[in-house]
């Protein structure tokens, strides 16, 4: 019979050849993860900017997942590539597919992803929003943020997009605030890394402001991280002051969190489009306050706002692509240093009740009392994009939250960072294998 230490011998030496051909090699991470400074988004000590493009082939009307197409990413992230974007956006995703093939290939590239949480069933209604804030609902987007915390490319999360787009439905604005308040309290007690939670705005220049500062009013688990909206005032030919761009600037020159475009491009003009806007939007005319856009969109899904048109395997590019293209290649160094960012982190006052904001002070609704276990246990499995919805299910909201409520310090059962979640296994696999051949060693020599 073998000695304990020949085996133990063999068992190491086998690892040192064998194992090492089978080992776990540690993911590939290629992004620093994006943070919020003053009112600037930094990767690391530098000012990051959003170039980028929305992403929803198939169009609003036809709502897949395109980050979980491993094959349509495969076509499409080489595209994003050759265009010049660092950033992509994607409107909606099934919460119970896996998303690591086309995370890994947009990492691998450069690039980043601005996410919205919520999907056509399940989302506030604004038209009745108190019903809509649910239980059932907050599971569903937890589950989303549970499957996109890991990921160092995912760079913010949108809580809401458009849910007001004229003053009768800034009844619902609480709500939006409600629910983004909600998600970053989720992040910070699941211990997740600290990911930018914000809403995008619809162009509705009656009470963007409004909505802006009363994202950024109140104590500060209730403000936002950032806030976004959807502009198509440059309408090509224009410069930065016809299209009234530079009074954007001015408007905003004291809000303290960073600002950025969720959706830019007018097509209203002409059907080519020249992307002038991609000069200001990127040099100090408007660094100090905008922190990049998304132009919409990628794929022509019978708007005329398509760079690229689709079939199958194949990507065809419009000559949308090859301006847009052309102007990132020219203007493709950002500003300088910082931009001209502010520190100040000082929160707005919160709108008065007008005729154009019909919220009536700063009070918002407590988390529905069935959701707050997801706090501290989880949100489980979501219901993917054919769920049964949410919309009239689950316990609403029964009470007014208390300022600071959502301030939650993180669990005892910390999740870890995006960082932490990918350990190198190139010490765990030869210590694995070593065993599993220390074990077979024993039970071969025994049967001798």
């Not at 009768?168 to 605030?177: L, M």
């Not at 919409?296 to 398509?306: A, N, R």
């Not at 009070?363 to 246990?377: D, G, H, N, R």
Request: proline share 5%; aromatic share 10%.
């Amino acid at each position: 019979m073998k000695s304990l230490g020949a085996l133990l011998f063999n068992a190491v030496a086998f690892t040192g050849v064998g194992c090492l051909a089978v080992s776990v090699q540690p993911e590939k991470r290629s992004l620093t993860a994006v943070t919020v400074k003053g009112n600037a988004f930094f990767a690391g000590d530098s000012r990051f900017y959003i170039r980028g493009v929305d992403y929803q082939p198939g169009g609003s009307s036809n709502v897949v997942d395109p980050i979980a197409n491993v094959d349509g990413c495969k076509r499409d992230v080489p595209v994003f590539k050759k265009l010049g974007v660092n950033t992509i956006r994607v409107y909606s995703v099934d919460n119970t597919l896996d998303h690591d093939a086309c995370m890994s290939l947009l990492a691998d590239a450069g690039i980043y992803l601005v996410l919205d949480v919520n999907s056509p069933k399940y989302s506030l209604n604004r038209a009745d929003p108190g019903p809509s804030y649910n239980d059932v609902y907050l599971q569903s987007i937890f589950a989303t943020i549970d499957g996109f915390a890991k990921y160092d490319n995912m760079l913010a999360f949108f809580s809401g997009n458009e849910v007001i787009n004229d003053a009768g439905s800034t009844r619902a604005a609480p709500f939006v605030k409600a629910v983004t308040r909600d998600i970053r309290q989720y992040i910070r007690t699941r211990g997740y890394r600290s990911i930018p939670v914000g809403y995008s705005a619809a162009d509705v220049s009656e009470n963007r402001r409004e909505m802006a500062d009363y994202m950024n009013c109140g104590t500060d688990d209730e403000r936002s991280d950032f806030f976004a909206f959807n502009d198509y005032s440059w309408c090509d030919p224009s410069t930065f002051t016809k299209s009234g761009w530079d009074q954007k600037v001015k408007n905003f020159s004291d809000y303290s969190l960073p600002i950025f475009l969720s959706e830019y491009g007018c097509n209203t003009n002409k059907r080519r489009r020249q992307f002038l806007e991609v000069a200001s939007l990127f040099s100090t005319d408007m660094s100090s306050v905008f922190s990049g856009g998304l132009v919409y969109e990628y794929s022509e899904e019978g708007s005329d706002y398509g760079l690229v048109k689709l079939n199958g395997n194949s990507v065809e590019e419009l000559d949308d692509f090859k301006t847009l293209q052309a102007a990132f290649s020219k203007q493709n160094k950002n500003p300088s240093g910082d931009g001209g960012y502010k520190t100040n982190n000082k929160a707005s006052t919160c709108p008065a009740k007008s005729t154009n904001w019909e919220v009536d002070g700063d009070s918002l609704p407590a988390m529905p009392e069935p959701a707050k276990k997801f706090l501290e246990k989880g949100a489980g499995k979501g219901a993917g994009l054919e769920g049964p919805g949410s919309q009239n299910a689950g316990t609403p909201s029964t009470s007014t939250a208390t300022p600071g409520s959502g301030a939650s310090a993180p669990s005892s059962t910390k999740k870890g960072s995006a960082s932490t979640l990918h350990p190198s296994q190139s010490f765990l696999g030869p210590v694995v294998c070593a065993l599993v051949v220390l074990v077979s060693s024993l039970l071969g020599t025994t049967l001798l």
